[in-house]
């Protein structure tokens, strides 16, 4: 296991280039197993996560290989339709796999996916939304077997906009016979993306980026080359970054569109924000202002994935904030985290923290409980005074390429170092 040292205190200055995006990235290469062929995926960041979705398909029969940042699926022979209990438990998106097996060979065997340290994650709106297409669904003992003779186009209407859910229908639909129509469908990028793709592959899908959207079956895919958006939790990282340091940056290839929720929320409480199509300008140099309510929301609202990030950055305000985790059940593990660096975070219930601003924090050794809140440690490091070691980091290497090298562009004295650094 990994830990990273940084040494804080100064303000940051310099450039860096966003990754490609790594919720984009994990539900494409699980649909690649929907085409009999070979997928070219361009700017795919080379994370723990990707790698271990690559070893899911090599499970499968399949094959993949780099070429820097592009990744070369062939997905040409599926040997097996059984996802191990252990890569499930290892990371929760090799569920994705359930509809894109389904989709390819009208079977899988896949286990429940764990909870983690954000909350338990069920998949309850996957399977009853799977049960209506005319798939047998059987859970024995934490594994589910599903199998189809054919799977059938309907009309599901999903109780919360499911980002993962919403994919696992599409995946399923695909190939199906008919026309399936999803209501109060997920609208992240992710989502658009994963059709996008898809339809590059020869799929047909109207709705993409909506809450409706309707897929009409096709009988096959065929080969497609997909370039990859950047990761828009990793500009708006950057960005809280620099909101808590102070000082500027340029983040090249920041996807803008995708993130005015953070650029909003940045701005109000004292950012200064030029944004382009190619760049983001961000700097800050007076005190942060606080922030009332922020509510995470599913998209296009302010994202939960940027919720640990924007503790840290509240955690320095003038004044009093409060944030409401509308998501997830249990995201708030980084205020314990932050209040041994001298943040003062009261969290009242297990979805309401209130936060109030002091003037700086200091270095500490603290533990990273998910990547986004090892992000939100590294950065609160970057801002505080002295050396703050960030422990467990191996999480954060599972959505950042190099967040070292990326900071270290911003200007941060971040590297990593080994976990029994005293
Ligand atoms: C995706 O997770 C992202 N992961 C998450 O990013 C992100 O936080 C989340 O969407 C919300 O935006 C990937 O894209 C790989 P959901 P997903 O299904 O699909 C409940 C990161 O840091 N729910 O939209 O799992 C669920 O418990 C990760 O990159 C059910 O109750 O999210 C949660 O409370 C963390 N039953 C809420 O819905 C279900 O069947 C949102 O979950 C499915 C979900």
Do not use: C, H, M
């Given at each position: 296991m990994s830990s990273i040292k940084v040494i804080g205190g100064d303000r940051l200055k310099g450039e860096t280039k966003i990754q490609g995006s790594k919720n984009a990235a994990l539900p494409i290469i699980a649909a690649t197993?929907?085409?009999k062929g070979v997928t070219i995926l361009k700017n795919c960041p080379r994370i723990l996560d990707v790698f271990h979705m690559i070893n899911v398909l090599k499970e499968l029969g399949c094959s993949a290989t780099w070429e820097g940042n592009t990744l070369i699926v062939d997905?040409?022979?599926?040997?097996?339709a059984k996802v191990s209990e252990s890569s499930v438990q290892k990371m929760?998106?090799?569920?994705?796999?359930l509809g894109a097996l389904l989709g390819r060979c009208h079977e899988v065997t896949i286990a429940y996916p764990g909870g983690c340290s954000i909350g338990n994650r069920p998949i309850d709106y996957h399977l009853d939304s799977i049960r209506k297409m005319n798939v047998c669904l059987e859970e024995d003992k934490g594994i589910i077997n599903c199998f189809t003779d054919k799977i059938t186009g309907t009309d599901i209407f999903l109780k919360f906009p499911s980002v993962g859910a919403t994919q696992n229908i599409i995946l399923t639909a695909v190939l199906a016979e008919g026309i399936t129509r999803i209501y109060n469908a997920a609208r992240e990028p992710e989502v658009y993306e994963l059709c996008t793709y898809l339809e590059e592959a020869g799929a047909r899908i109207n709705g993409?980026?909506?809450?409706f959207i309707e897929i009409e079956g096709v009988n096959k895919l065929h080969d497609a080359e997909h370039t990859l958006s950047p990761d828009r939790i990793a500009a708006g990282t950057y960005m809280a970054a620099v909101a808590a340091a102070g000082g500027e940056a340029v983040l090249l290839d920041a996807p803008v569109p995708q993130i005015e929720s953070v650029i909003r929320v940045l701005i109000k409480i004292g950012c200064s924000i030029k944004a382009t199509d190619k760049y983001i300008k961000i700097s800050r140099s007076r005190r942060l202002l606080p922030y009332d309510v922020l509510r995470t929301q599913p998209?296009?609202?302010?994202?939960t994935d940027m919720q640990s990030q924007l503790m840290t950055v509240l955690s320095l305000s003038d004044g009093r904030s409060t944030i409401v985790?509308?998501?997830?059940?249990?995201?708030?593990?980084?205020a314990d985290e932050l209040k041994k660096m001298g943040a003062k975070i009261t969290?009242?219930?297990?979805n309401i923290a209130v936060i109030s601003g002091v003037m700086h924090l200091n270095g500490a050794v603290v533990k990273a409980h998910d990547l986004r809140a090892g992000a939100a440690l590294v950065i609160a490091g970057i801002a505080a005074h002295g050396e703050t070691i960030v422990r467990e980091a191996t999480s954060i290497e599972r959505g950042y390429e190099d967040i070292c090298r990326d900071m270290s562009n911003l200007g941060a004295n971040v590297q990593y170092c080994s976990d029994n650094i005293q």
């Open positions: 197993v929907l085409n997905t040409t022979a599926v040997t097996s929760r998106s090799s569920i994705l796999f993409k980026g909506t809450s998209y296009p609202g302010f994202p985790e509308e998501i997830f059940d249990s995201r708030f593990q980084n969290v009242e219930t297990k």
